[in-house]
């Protein structure tokens, strides 16, 4: 397993193939694995097939060459299958909230985010985001979440649709059947669960068929109001109280 070689790291919070580099960057190529965080080596070549004396492929290793880490390359292709197989797509059937019947989400966007996932330490992978007509949005998580990363996003108050795909990570060597990973992601519910408080849900939903995070907040941001309102309530309160005690 040592110094593995993979040809997919992030370079700015962005997935990025390693020939999309130019030759001589090596180390300095600003790309970090997607797996571990670890900084990369880039070795790409300028030379044409003719040119080199035996097969070479541009590839990224691990600076350091004493890790154990492979790259965490079939989590980069699932994660990639999962973001053209939803770009290719309209709608996705989900666990209804928060009573668990299922419905279809119609969305018009998907990209990759890091902003979010930039301040989680066992995360380096930018987020799938989906995203309807509204811009609300909702974070699909495609894998299974650590303690601390749910934490994470509940702290975001960004709803976010985990998708159990350990069967497909856990096989090393087969490759994904891409039509059947598609019918999982698109038409599968049982391996699909939201994860947020229920109250937190049912806000969303109350603002739509999914949890939408700009509704949402604002409810959340008018909590610091109604604890203003509390505290000159109890002030007014304490201030009669007062002045009844003069008299
Ligand atoms: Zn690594």
């Known amino acids: ?15 990025i193939s390693v020939d999309e580099l130019e030759p001589g ?41 004493s890790t154990n880490c492979d790259g ?22 989900v666990p209804g909230i928060p009573l668990g019947q299922p419905s279809s989400l119609t969305y018009q966007q998907v990209f990759f985010d890091s902003t979010l996932s930039s301040t989680l330490s066992d995360v380096y992978r930018p987020d799938l985001i989906i995203e309807n007509q509204h811009g609300h949005q909702f974070l699909l998580a495609v894998d299974l979440l650590t303690e601390t990363a749910k934490k994470h996003y509940r702290k975001h108050k960004m709803p976010v649709l985990q998708l159990d795909v350990s069967g497909y990570l ?30 937190f849900l049912e806000i969303a939903n109350s603002n739509g068929i999914h949890p ?10 008018s ?11 109890v002030l007014g309160a304490l201030g009669i109280t007062q002045w009844l005690r003069k008299k």
């Open 1 to 15: 397993m040592k110094n593995q070689t993979f040809n997919t790291a992030i370079k700015d919070g962005h997935y």
């Open 25 to 65: 960057a090596g180390e300095k190529c600003g790309c970090f694995c997607p797996e571990c965080g670890q900084p990369l080596r880039s070795n790409v070549t300028a030379k044409s097939p003719e040119e080199l004396k035996v097969p070479f492929k541009n590839h990224f290793t691990h600076i350091d060459t």
């Open 72 to 93: 965490g390359v079939k989590k980069t292709k699932i994660h990639l299958l999962t973001h053209d197989i939803l770009k290719n797509a309209a709608e996705i059937k």
């Open 170 to 199: 856990s096989d090393a060597e087969e490759d994904v059947k891409v039509p059947e990973f598609k019918a999982v992601i698109l038409e599968n519910i049982d391996v699909k669960s939201w994860i947020g408080s229920r109250k």
């Open 212 to 221: 939408v995070s700009q509704s949402a907040g604002k409810i959340w941001k």
């Open 223 to 233: 909590v610091p109001n109604m604890l203003l309102i509390g505290a000159g309530l």
